[in-house]
């Protein structure tokens, strides 16, 4: 599987981007995706995922603010961020992981649980 991660740049306070991350190597709608990202000094956090029929999880810090998508016909995961604040600030990283029997949001808020990962887009919000 690989993944590559655009859409991230440098944008005011209160301003939006559009993250994608396109996969390929596999059968794209047989994996949950992830948005994570990590900020300088600080681990890696979660900040959204989707499973294989569309269910979507946050982390309450982007909750009302953030919208993870996916278009299985186009291979791509979305990230839309809305109302982004300097804390935003971080660069984000896209992950896939194959869908248990059982979907587990919380399983798949932890980065360890994910065994495919992008590169990486930094996103820097000024104030």
């Known amino acids: 599987v690989q993944l590559q991660a655009s859409g991230g740049g440098l944008v005011q306070a209160g301003g939006s981007l559009r993250l994608s991350c396109a996969f390929s190597g596999r059968t794209f709608s047989n994996y949950v995706m992830g948005w994570f990202r990590q900020a300088p000094g600080k681990e890696r956090e979660f900040v959204a995922c989707?499973?294989?029929?569309?269910?979507?999880s946050y982390a309450d810090s982007v909750k009302g603010r953030f919208t993870i998508s996916r278009d299985n016909a186009k291979n791509t995961v979305y990230l839309q961020m809305s109302s982004l604040e300097p804390e935003d600030t971080a660069v984000y990283y896209c992950?896939?992981?194959?869908?248990?029997?059982?979907?587990?949001?919380?399983?798949?808020?932890?980065?360890?649980?994910?065994?495919?990962w992008g590169q990486g887009t930094q996103v820097t919000v000024s104030s």
């Open positions: 989707i499973s294989r029929s569309g269910i979507t």
């Open positions: 992950a896939a992981d194959g869908e248990a029997v059982t979907y587990r949001s919380s399983y798949y808020q932890q980065p360890k649980n994910y065994h495919y």
